[in-house]
């Protein structure tokens, strides 16, 4: 495990390389449609993700709208994103219960947001993260990977790597944290092959369980 001298050294690094992580063209994010997203998003590529979110938001795109939808509608209008009449079921449920115990409004709290049908800590994570602003690292399987062989974390599960990402990045890494960890694993540090000779984390790295990289 790096200890706090090399954490902080790690998210230095990423932040002199990448200072505006969070630039983005589409603005902030609404609350109901990022969680419905990020459902949507299970075991889909983005791009499937997105075409269901418009198919969907073009009929229902509030909690109320949502839980009034026949479970063959939204079913017909995820069909992209797969697994849609699981979805289709998962999203119904957390419609009606945004509706029955919340006024219709996306709870502001990790704990909140987890007390809904289908919703786990990445997704509640997610949610705060992009849609409610909070300095909190969404630990999804690129995030996982990459604090692991890092020696961010050590943890076995994304949940437990998810606290001790918060026990252990500094408070102004706090909001470039996940889109830092998240775009290094896609692009450099990938599941097979990583690609060390080009990271520019090669020296600070303790390169846990890598054994292929390139
Ligand atoms: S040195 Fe290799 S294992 Fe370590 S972060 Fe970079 S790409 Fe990943």
Redesign the pocket.
């Known amino acids: 495990m790096l200890d706090d001298a090399g954490v902080e050294a790690v998210f230095e690094r990423f932040a002199t390389a990448d200072p505006d992580p969070d630039w983005s063209p589409k603005g902030p994010r609404d609350p109901f449609k990022t969680l419905v997203g990020v459902v949507l998003s299970a075991r889909t590529q983005g791009v499937n993700t997105e075409k269901a979110a418009r198919q969907l938001f073009a009929l229902a795109d509030t909690p109320g709208a949502l839980a009034a939808l026949p479970l063959p509608e939204i079913a017909a209008r995820i069909v992209p994103a797969g697994l849609y009449n699981q979805k289709a079921k998962g999203l119904k449920a957390m419609a009606e219960a945004l509706v029955r115990d919340h006024g219709g409004r996306v709870p502001g709290t990790r704990e909140g947001l987890m007390d809904l049908p289908g919703v786990g800590r990445k997704s509640a994570d997610i949610v705060l993260r992009f849609a409610l602003r909070h300095p909190v690292c969404a630990v999804d399987t690129h995030v996982f990977r990459?604090s692991r062989?890092?020696g961010l974390a050590a943890s076995p599960t994304p949940d437990k790597v998810a606290d001790e990402l918060a026990r252990r990045t500094p408070e102004r890494f706090g909001m470039g944290a996940h889109l830092w960890l998240f775009r290094?694993g896609r692009d450099?540090?990938r599941g097979r092959r990583?690609?060390?000779v080009a990271?520019l984390?090669?020296d600070l790295?303790?390169?846990n369980g890598?054994r292929d990289?390139v």
């Open positions: 990459v062989r890092l290094h450099v540090c990583p690609r060390c990271c984390l090669e790295c303790e390169k890598v990289a």
